[in-house]
């Protein structure tokens, strides 16, 4: 089966640090990858996809960036955290299949607060 | 554009009644519609997804969903609600003609049964 693995768990970082957080799955190969942000427990916000290693689609212009350095690793980095980059982080995978409307799977989710 | 909307943040319910969560979607073609559940700090589990053929789809923990052309609909019910339903539920569309693998969620619908 598959699982999907994020970390860390809970962030607290200052204003102007860096952050890298981290998604892994196991159990699949090739498959579509996701960052979501959740602000305030409701609505999400695509942030990144990538369809395959080095391919990354960005949705919002912000500064934040990702990278996927191996097919089933898929990080999320910021040079210098703003206080609105607070919120709940949420990767997600789906299988890869031209014109097949797989569902997406989501990890247990990265608390980021900016102090 | 694809859009999907959950015209209710909060939906209150009594237990062992049946509940109805809506969503309503706009697509330039057909659509693939999801469900999904998310629990208090957790990520979202996928309940349920329509694709084509019956209009009436299962998923897990006992709910099902109505897609609706005429009325551009799909609508998330369950005959008999339990206390451990109360969630924060997401519709989810995808356009047939978008050959991207994205999904446009809605912005959340509150569930709350009460004992």
């Known amino acids: 089966s598959q699982t999907i693995h994020q970390w860390p768990a809970t962030l607290v970082q200052p204003v102007g640090s860096p952050l890298s957080l981290e998604c892994t799955v196991e159990g699949t190969s090739n498959p579509n990858l996701y960052w979501y942000r959740q602000a305030a427990g409701r609505g999400l916000q695509l942030l990144f996809y990538?369809?395959?290693?080095?391919?990354i689609s960005s949705e919002v212009p912000q500064n934040l960036s990702a990278s996927r350095p191996q097919d089933r690793q898929f990080i999320l980095s910021s040079k210098k955290l703003l206080l609105s980059d607070s919120g709940f982080y949420l990767c997600a995978w789906s299988r890869r299949a031209s014109g097949t409307p797989y569902e997406q799977y989501f990890g247990p989710g990265t608390r980021l607060t900016v102090t | 554009a694809q859009s999907v909307a959950q015209p209710e943040d909060q939906v209150n319910v009594a237990e062992g009644n049946p509940l109805t969560v809506k969503c309503t979607y706009s697509v330039s073609g057909n659509p693939y519609l999801f469900w999904y559940v998310q629990y208090p700090n957790r990520g979202l589990q996928f309940l349920l997804k329509?694709?084509?053929?019956?209009?009436l789809v299962k998923g897990s923990y006992g709910f099902e969903a109505e897609f609706n052309k005429s009325q551009t609909s799909f609508h998330l019910k369950k005959p008999s609600a339990l206390v451990s339903d109360s969630a924060l539920y997401f519709c989810?569309?995808?356009?047939?003609?978008?050959?991207?693998?994205?999904?446009?969620f809605g912005s959340g619908t509150r569930l709350l049964v009460r004992p």
């Open positions: 329509y694709i084509t053929g019956d209009n």
């Open positions: 989810a569309v995808r356009d047939r003609m978008d050959s991207s693998y994205k999904l446009i």
């Open positions: 990538s369809v395959g290693i080095g391919q």
